[in-house]
């Protein structure tokens, strides 16, 4: 009988995963008022945001490949604990630029859920690794949902350094109960670790999500983004060619390249737009005054609780998912999500006036993000060795993060360009907000498209759903050792 370490190693897995999304949704309410409470611009202010973007995107797939090589706990429990000393720091200051680097340090969290869809791959026997790994992709979500009424709450009844000092005690409850019942796994990729290869990925990513982060503040034709581009085409151009040379390197290009592991990589980046242009839209909207004609005026409170369903939705979907990808496998769940975050967009285009008509079509949205978040590691794990699952699976949510920061941008710029004179201030049109409903479903659809060409292999081993699998990684490793 398992004990109750082992019982216990999805749920805190879990657990971690929503303190993960919930960190990185906490600082949302407060970016109206850190100005003032910081005395900072509201353009220094915004690097709360992008701080926590880009280190996550930059320490996802480095921490991933320092799992497979080194451990997947040890480094699970460090992007832990770096997430919680960030709060920490954040708690104690309101000085905007120890603010921005305690950010950068919880981006560390970003790596928290393919290290443990990885350590759930080795840990478990194959016929719970499915409704595992569905539960932990559907964490993202869940945590997303819960984070931005939480924040609103609090922000709004107490002093904002409540909200850190909360979160500080959420992390180090996390930490600790990951320190105790995950074990570390004996699956390992022995060699020297990439540090050339990091360093390149990392300025690469830097100089192309700051360009489309900031290219609306900027001017996307100003000498500063056309640069930031240049240079990310010129750094990742070099960084090719280094991976391919590397006998050990941070990314195995070639693996990557395979249709099984390419097309879920771009799959992961055309779900990450249609996703997030949800959150985005549905916040912005329903927050619009009601002289706007389709404004429902709510506070930030009111907005997150609008947001709930979705969070709900997706904890109940997340079983259902791996039931889906048991019987029909994880490419025609991929496909199935995909196209339900397209009719949820159409349910948007239909009626963004009534309340419960947009709650029912971000619900739908959500539904379609669990559906495809929860088969997209589940494809990766298929596809690529044992002693790789981290790193792949950290390089493809690097894809969702990269198509979130390009939705973000382009949800920006399509807002920004159809405008109306509110009480003298320019508000954002409907039909603006509905160009933008229509980008993201459209985009969707194509995430459908390319789900369909990946090809498939339902008997391939790395997980519950394949067949003739009868002993997980863990097993074979101690069975070799």
């Known amino acids: 009988m398992a004990s109750l370490r082992d019982r216990l190693a999805v749920p805190v897995l879990a657990f971690g995963g929503i303190l993960m999304a919930v960190m990185q949704t906490v600082v949302v ?94 840990e478990l026997p194959p016929e719970r690794t499915g409704s595992a790994v569905a539960m932990m992709s559907s964490t993202v979500g869940i945590g997303a949902a819960l984070g931005l009424p939480l924040a609103a709450l609090i922000v709004q009844y107490a002093d904002w350094h409540v909200m850190f000092w909360a979160t500080t005690a959420l992390g180090a409850a996390g930490l600790a109960l990951a320190w105790w019942a995950i074990r570390e796994s004996p699956v390992r990729e022995p060699g020297r670790f990439d540090t050339l290869g990091a360093l390149g990925l990392a300025a690469g990513l830097v100089c192309l999500l700051l360009g489309v982060s900031q290219g609306g503040q900027w001017g996307w034709t100003s000498g500063r983004i056309l640069g930031l581009f240049g240079a990310s085409i010129a750094v990742l151009t070099l960084w090719w060619v280094q991976q391919l040379r590397t006998e050990r390197p941070l990314v195995d290009l070639k693996l990557a390249a395979r249709p099984r592991v390419a097309l879920p990589h771009l799959t992961a980046l055309l779900t990450g737009f249609a996703f997030y242009a949800n959150s985005l839209v549905t916040a912005q909207l329903v927050q619009a005054p009601k002289a706007t004609g389709y404004g429902l005026g709510l506070s930030i409170v009111e907005t997150g609780l609008c947001l709930l369903p979705g969070g709900v939705t997706m904890l109940l979907f997340s079983p259902v998912s791996a039931r889906i990808s048991a019987a029909r496998g994880p490419r025609v769940t991929l496909a199935l999500g995909a196209a339900v975050i397209a009719a949820g967009y159409g349910v948007r285009l239909a009626d963004s006036r009534d309340l419960w008509v947009i709650i029912l079509g971000a619900t739908v949205i959500s539904t379609g993000t669990t559906l495809a978040y929860s088969a997209l590691p589940t494809l990766i794990l298929r596809a690529v060795p044992a002693g790789q699952t981290a790193s792949a699976n950290g390089v493809n949510v690097l894809m969702r993060t990269i198509g979130q920061a390009v939705c973000s941008a382009a949800v920006a710029a399509v807002l920004v360009h159809h405008t109306g004179l509110v009480a003298g201030l320019p508000v954002p049109t409907l039909h603006g907000y509905l160009l933008a409903f229509a980008m993201a479903g459209t985009v969707a659809l194509v995430a459908c498209a390319a789900a369909l060409a990946i090809p498939a292999d339902p008997a391939s081993p790395g997980t519950g759903g394949a067949r003739g699998r009868t002993a997980s990684p863990r097993d074979e490793a101690m069975e070799r050792a």
């Open 29 to 122: 309410p407060l970016l109206p008022d850190l100005p003032r409470l910081t005395g900072a611009s509201p353009g220094a202010v915004s690097w709360m945001v992008t701080a926590t973007l880009l280190s996550g995107a930059v320490l996802t797939p480095v921490l991933g490949r320092a799992g497979d090589m080194y451990g997947k706990r040890r480094v699970l429990l460090a992007a832990l604990g770096l997430m919680t000393l960030g709060s920490l720091v954040c708690a104690l200051t309101s000085d905007i630029g120890i603010l921005i680097a305690a950010r950068a340090l919880q981006g560390a969290a970003a790596a928290v859920v393919p290290l443990s869809i990885s350590i759930l791959r080795d």
